[in-house]
């Protein structure tokens, strides 16, 4: 069984009216608890499971390529750092802890499995490639 809605047209409202809600939402005591990003999540999971929209879309893809980064980069364009370290020490010490589990792991893993002057990888000697050997 194919979904309701499948066109890029309809998919895009269908998101765009999906926040809306989340955001409508926030108005009422029981939502109230759950931030608009969960409301959105748990329709679109609602959404999915019956069927209304599709599990995976190409536009999809293009809102979390294209959308998602520059979201993020706008809230955090929005960002008082100079009010945060009024408020607390404690939040931007968490957000530097945050930053270097993220950066460490991501350095380590980039050591290991580097390319070497041979062009295999220092791990084990040999080289993940798309097309393995038959």
Known sequence: MNALFT?????LA????TVAL???LQRFKPFKMFGPALIVIII??????TRVVPFGAEVYGVIATYAVPLSIALM?????IKAMLKLSKKPLFAMLIAAISVAFPNRFGWWIR???QSGKTACHGRRITANAPE
């Open 44 to 49: 679109s999971i609602i959404l999915a499971n």
């Open 7 to 11: 066109s890029t047209e309809s998919l």
């Open 22 to 24: 989340g955001f409508y």
């Open 14 to 17: 269908i998101m765009a009216i």
């Open 114 to 116: 580097r390319p070497s």
């Open 76 to 80: 955090l364009l929005s960002v008082d």
